[in-house]
């Protein structure tokens, strides 16, 4: 009698387990999202709170996908001058870049003065292959000495950026010896403005995501009719930079240390 009860309570249960879904098959996996921390958590390793957009405070975009036209709303259009190319070589392994050549006399015209009258702005861009020259610069149409904001690399490699004041210029090098990021690699280049005392800015460098000099200048506002990247400032300099550019921005506000990171970090 108890073989018959054995029996038949081990066929139950293989007719209960031949039943049973197979959890592998019968049912989707289980997808575990990650926890979110609580406001008050003080993790050192969570992502900075930024404004990773800052679509308002974006006056021009140029992603050089094909194309010099302004990603933003606001359709500040450039035109590239003696025909430089589009390359696939870029940051993030997408889209495309643009390569100007000096020697060829190509650069990048942005045919519009959205930076005059600005003490509070912030330029981000990628470049690689670069020498002496202009990285990009303000043209004025009326003092050779109002052409700011501009930023060149030196003929002992430091990157100088130009203020003005009164009509005169105002710059000093940055102590940042450029030589190691001039050729080679993708690097990440970021100048923010801001007003600190009385007359003066402070304009702040970072290369690839970290803050590596600071200056403070007169400044006054610019009489520039447009801007350049790349080029000898309508024939004042006699080299021409040659380099390759991605993702260019030109912004109405003065980026944080986080929000310049995340760009780095982000290849954007």
Known sequence: AMKRIFKTLMLLMFAFAACAPLPSIDTPNQKY??????????NQNKEPEVDLSRKADLIAHYTFNNTTDDQTPNHYDAVGIGDPSYVSDT????????????????????????MNGRDRYSVSFWVKDF??????????????????????????????????YDNYDTSEPFSYD??????????????????????????????DGVRVDAQDKY????????????????????????????NVR????????????????NRL
């Open 178 to 207: 450029c030589l190691p990021v001039m050729s080679g690699d993708w690097h990440h280049i970021v100048i923010t403005c801001s007003p600190s005392e009385s007359n003066y800015v402070q304009t702040v460098l970072y290369i």
């Open 219 to 246: 400044w006054s506002e610019g009489a520039a009719h447009k801007m350049v990247l790349g080029g000898d400032k309508d024939g004042v300099y006699t080299v021409s930079m040659s380099a390759t550019y991605d």
């Open 131 to 164: 020498g002496m020259g202009i990285l990009f610069s303000a043209i004025s149409s009326d003092y050779v000495r109002s052409d700011y904001p501009r930023l060149l690399v030196t003929d002992n490699q430091k990157l100088r950026f130009y203020a003005g």
């Open 91 to 114: 940051p993030d392994g997408s889209a495309g870049a643009l390569k100007i050549n000096g020697f060829k006399g190509q650069f990048v015209n942005i045919p519009y003065s959205f």
């Open 33 to 42: 999202e990650p926890e979110t921390p609580n406001q008050g958590d003080n």
């Open 250 to 265: 030109f912004y109405s506000c003065t980026l944080k240390t986080d929000e310049v990171k995340y760009l780095y970090n």
